[in-house]
C-alpha cells in the first residue's frame, strides 16, 4: 500500500522564507562582479605597461578588491562601514582639497547639502553625471548614504561644476529615483567618457546598494549669482524621472 504523506503549508512557508532570507543575506549586487572584473583588469594593465613596477602592488590590490567582494556578499552592512570610513577620513577630504584649487584629475563634482541634524553644510566628492541641466548622482551606499538622507529631508542642493572656464556653484532640486535603473543610469551617464566610466567602476566596486539622485539644476541662476534663491519651489522626495 502507498502512502500519501502531505507537508503541512506552515512547513513549506517557513523554508521558503528562510531560504529568501538567505538568498537576499548571501547575494551578489548587480555589476558589482563586472565592476571587480574591471577594476582587477586595470589594475594589471598598469602594471604590465609601467616599467620596473611592482608586482606586490597589483597582487595587494587584487587581495584588496576580491577581499571587498567577498565581504560584500557576507555583510553589505560591513562593507559599507568598511567604506563609508575610507571614503570619509581619506578619499573625500583629499578630493575636497584638490577640488578647492582647481584641480580635478578624476572630472569629479562637489554636492551640498543641508545636514538633517545638524542643519550645517555638507560637501561630497560625486560623479559628473551633468546632462544639460540635469545632473546625475549613483549613490554607491543607497539610502544609509548621509547625503541621500540630507537630500530626503531637504532636496535644496548646490552641485560646484565648471561653468565655461570657471567653477561655480548650481543650485538645483534633488529627488530620489528609487525606480531607476542605477546601472542602465550609468551607462548613460558615461557615454564613452573615460573618467566617467572610471568613476563608475569604482562605484560598483565600493557601493553596496546602488541608488539613483536627479538634481535639477537652475543654470540661470548660476549665470546670475545675485538672483534670489527659489527655495520655495516643490520638489517631489520619491519620485521616478524618465530619462
Given at each position: 500500500?502507498s502512502s500519501?504523506?502531505?507537508?503541512?503549508?506552515?512547513?513549506?512557508?517557513?523554508?521558503?522564507?528562510?531560504?529568501?532570507?538567505?538568498?537576499?543575506?548571501?547575494?551578489?549586487?548587480?555589476?558589482?562582479?563586472?565592476g571587480?572584473?574591471?577594476?582587477?583588469?586595470?589594475?594589471?594593465?598598469l602594471y604590465a605597461?609601467?616599467?620596473?613596477?611592482s608586482i606586490?602592488?597589483?597582487?595587494?590590490?587584487?587581495?584588496?578588491?576580491?577581499g571587498?567582494?567577498?565581504?560584500?556578499?557576507?555583510?553589505?552592512?560591513?562593507?559599507?562601514?568598511?567604506?563609508?570610513?575610507?571614503?570619509r577620513?581619506?578619499?573625500?577630504?583629499?578630493?575636497?582639497?584638490?577640488?578647492?584649487?582647481?584641480?580635478?584629475?578624476?572630472?569629479?563634482?562637489?554636492?551640498?547639502?543641508?545636514?538633517?541634524v545638524?542643519?550645517?553644510t555638507?560637501r561630497?566628492?560625486?560623479?559628473?553625471?551633468r546632462?544639460?541641466?540635469?545632473?546625475?548622482?549613483?549613490?554607491?551606499?543607497?539610502?544609509r548614504?548621509?547625503?541621500v538622507?540630507?537630500i530626503?529631508?531637504?532636496?535644496?542642493?548646490?552641485?560646484?561644476?565648471?561653468?565655461?572656464?570657471?567653477?561655480?556653484?548650481?543650485?538645483?532640486?534633488?529627488?530620489?529615483c528609487?525606480?531607476?535603473?542605477?546601472?542602465?543610469?550609468?551607462?548613460k551617464?558615461?557615454?564613452?567618457?573615460?573618467?566617467?566610466?572610471l568613476?563608475?567602476?569604482?562605484?560598483r566596486v565600493f557601493?553596496?546598494?546602488?541608488?539613483?539622485?536627479?538634481?535639477?539644476?537652475?543654470?540661470?541662476?548660476?549665470a546670475?549669482?545675485?538672483?534670489p534663491?527659489?527655495?520655495?519651489?516643490?520638489?517631489?522626495?520619491?519620485?521616478?524621472r524618465?530619462?
Open positions: 500500500m500519501d504523506r502531505t507537508v503541512p503549508a506552515e512547513s513549506t512557508t517557513t523554508a521558503s522564507t528562510t531560504t529568501a532570507r538567505l538568498r537576499s543575506r548571501f547575494s551578489v549586487p548587480r555589476g558589482l562582479t563586472a571587480t572584473l574591471a577594476v582587477i583588469g586595470l589594475t594589471w594593465g605597461i609601467q616599467p620596473g613596477a606586490l602592488s597589483a597582487e595587494i590590490q587584487t587581495g584588496l578588491f576580491l571587498l567582494l567577498l565581504l560584500t556578499i557576507c555583510s553589505r552592512r560591513a562593507k559599507v562601514l568598511v567604506a563609508r570610513t575610507w571614503q577620513y581619506v578619499l573625500n577630504p583629499l578630493m575636497r582639497l584638490l577640488l578647492s584649487i582647481g584641480l580635478n584629475p578624476l572630472g569629479l563634482a562637489i554636492l551640498e547639502t543641508r545636514g538633517r545638524t542643519g550645517r555638507r561630497v566628492p560625486v560623479g559628473n553625471g546632462k544639460g541641466d540635469s545632473f546625475w548622482i549613483i549613490a554607491e551606499h543607497g539610502t548614504a548621509g547625503y538622507n540630507n530626503a529631508h531637504d532636496p535644496h542642493v548646490r552641485v560646484r561644476l565648471r561653468i565655461g572656464l570657471r567653477y561655480r556653484w548650481v543650485p538645483g532640486i534633488a529627488t530620489i528609487p525606480d531607476d535603473d542605477p546601472l542602465a543610469r550609468q551607462r551617464i558615461i557615454a564613452w567618457h573615460p573618467l566617467r566610466a568613476n563608475a567602476i569604482y562605484v557601493g553596496a546598494d546602488l541608488l539613483t539622485v536627479h538634481v535639477q539644476l537652475n543654470l540661470a541662476e548660476a546670475n549669482p545675485g538672483t534663491r527659489a527655495s520655495h519651489l516643490p520638489a517631489p522626495v520619491t519620485a521616478q524618465s530619462a
